[in-house]
């Protein structure tokens, strides 16, 4: 570990990812620091979960799986590309990956923002329930599934089965779609659909026109069981 009061650099190449999480959810707060930088990362999995602190990290390459998970608080930014998992069930807080991200991004996150510069791959949201997602790229198939609340902002394109069982969740797609999931609809956008695309693609820093957005959300017809077809189920 390198620094001295504003700074605080931690290598991975000289220690690991255990100490390296210790030293951010349990040491960090004890006395004041700038930004956190992680050195040589190498696509290790497991970096900076479970920080619970206003403090910002930056993570100087690839991270493996399920960086920044639990993140409450903290701004992490990945400087480079992520794997499975990114801000598994993100509380509160902004985690920002500057290149690509794998599946399964902010799965079940409760609330803060998550923002993915270049592409992410399949089952981008899932049971996302209060967070907000703003990709810049492309998000893979069936992305937003069983979405429960928050926003899912795809300023390319969408593989299929998007939004497949989605509750109250809106997810927002600037470019083509390759078809909907089950419940999932075309919506109309409304003038709060534009203050809200306005805000997060601000807080993304992306220049998009929010008029330029599909908005796709749920149609409802999957909330209760219906007793006429249970036959069908055996």
């Not at 951010?24 to 620091?33: D, T, V």
């Not at 329930?129 to 902002?153: E, P, R, T, W, Y």
């Not at 330029?212 to 069981?225: K, M």
Request: with cysteine; net charge negative.
């Amino acid at each position: 570990m390198e620094g001295v009061g504003a700074a605080v650099k931690l290598d991975l190449a000289q220690t690991t990812v255990r100490e390296v999480n210790h030293f951010l959810q349990h040491e960090l707060g004890k006395e004041p620091a700038g930004a956190v930088e992680i050195l040589n990362p190498a696509g290790a999995h497991n970096i900076a979960v479970g920080l619970d602190a206003p403090v910002e990290v930056h993570i100087r390459g690839h991270a493996g799986y399920y960086v920044a998970g639990m993140n409450k608080r903290a701004t992490v930014t990945i400087h480079g590309n992520a794997g499975k998992g990114a801000a598994e069930n993100i509380m509160s807080g902004v985690v920002r990956v500057k290149g690509d991200a794998s599946d399964g991004i902010a799965a079940s996150g409760q609330g803060g923002l998550l923002v993915v510069e270049g592409n992410a791959a399949s089952r981008c949201g899932i049971s996302m329930k209060g967070c907000d997602i703003v990709v810049g790229g492309n998000v893979g198939h069936v992305s937003g599934f069983m979405a429960q609340a928050g926003h899912l902002v795809v300023c390319g394109d969408a593989g299929a089965g998007l939004g497949d069982s989605l509750y109250e969740a809106v997810i927002y797609v600037r470019g083509r779609t390759h078809g909907l999931g089950a419940d999932a609809r075309e919506e109309p956008l409304t003038d709060t659909d534009r203050a809200t695309l306005a805000e997060l693609l601000s807080a993304a820093g992306f220049d998009y026109d929010p008029g330029a957005f599909t908005r796709i959300g749920s149609a409802r017809t999957l909330y209760h069981w219906n007793t006429e077809h249970r036959e069908a189920y055996g």
